[in-house]
């Protein structure tokens, strides 16, 4: 077994950077420590570079992880952009139906107005038709004596005040 001093020699050796090579060690060391020595740089050059290999991979998954963030933040911000744009479109499709709505509404007004305006024309021709009618009918029924007097009904001397 190895005393404290010659334990405490090869613990700042072993923690060496990988260049160091193997003329470094004392040469009172005995064989048996070379080996160890030798076998212990082999298991740390193996180390460092399973360690160089995992910070490698540790980095490749930051910048992985990095980039699927930023992809996750472009999503989202056109999810955002996509919501609004659905909503301006609502809005629009709402507007335009509104819109079609108050159109239709107007015409039904014209139409309701166009067919009142007809039904009192309609109702007044129907009238003045009511009274020729009648006028006719006491021209035609009137006697040879209010025919040879030249008397005319009342109904008639009515329609020449209103014709004039």
Same mark, same amino acid.
């Given at each position: 077994m190895k005393d404290k001093s010659s334990l405490e020699k090869e613990i700042p050796e072993i923690r060496e950077p990988e260049?160091?090579?193997? @003329?470094?060690?004392?040469?009172?060391? !005995?064989?048996?420590?070379?080996? #160890?020595?030798s076998d212990?740089?082999?298991r740390i050059r193996e180390l460092e570079k399973d360690l160089s290999q995992k910070e490698s991979e540790i980095f490749f998954f930051k910048e992985k992880i990095t980039n699927n963030q930023e992809i996750i933040l472009d999503v989202i911000e056109e999810k955002k952009l996509?919501?609004?744009?659905?909503?301006?479109?609502? #809005?629009? @499709? $709402?507007? $335009?139906?509104? !819109?079609?709505?108050?159109?239709l509404q107007r015409n039904h007004h014209?139409? &309701? *107005? +166009?067919?009142?305006?007809?039904?009192? *024309?309609?109702?007044?021709? *129907? &009238? &003045?038709?009511?009274? +020729?009618?009648?006028?006719?009918?006491? #021209? @035609?029924?009137?006697? #040879? +004596?209010?025919?040879?007097?030249g008397r005319f009904p009342n109904s008639y001397q009515e329609y020449k005040k209103r014709d004039r």
């Open positions: 260049g160091v090579s193997s @003329e470094k060690v004392n040469s009172n060391d !005995n064989l048996e420590g070379k080996k #160890l020595f212990d740089k082999i996509l919501k609004e744009q659905i909503k301006d479109f609502q #809005l629009k @499709e $709402l507007d $335009l139906k509104l !819109n079609n709505y108050m159109e014209k139409v &309701e *107005h +166009r067919l009142f305006v007809t039904k009192n *024309h309609l109702e007044d021709a *129907h &009238e &003045e038709l009511e009274f +020729r009618e009648k006028i006719i009918a006491e #021209l @035609e029924n009137r006697g #040879l +004596r209010d025919y040879i007097l």
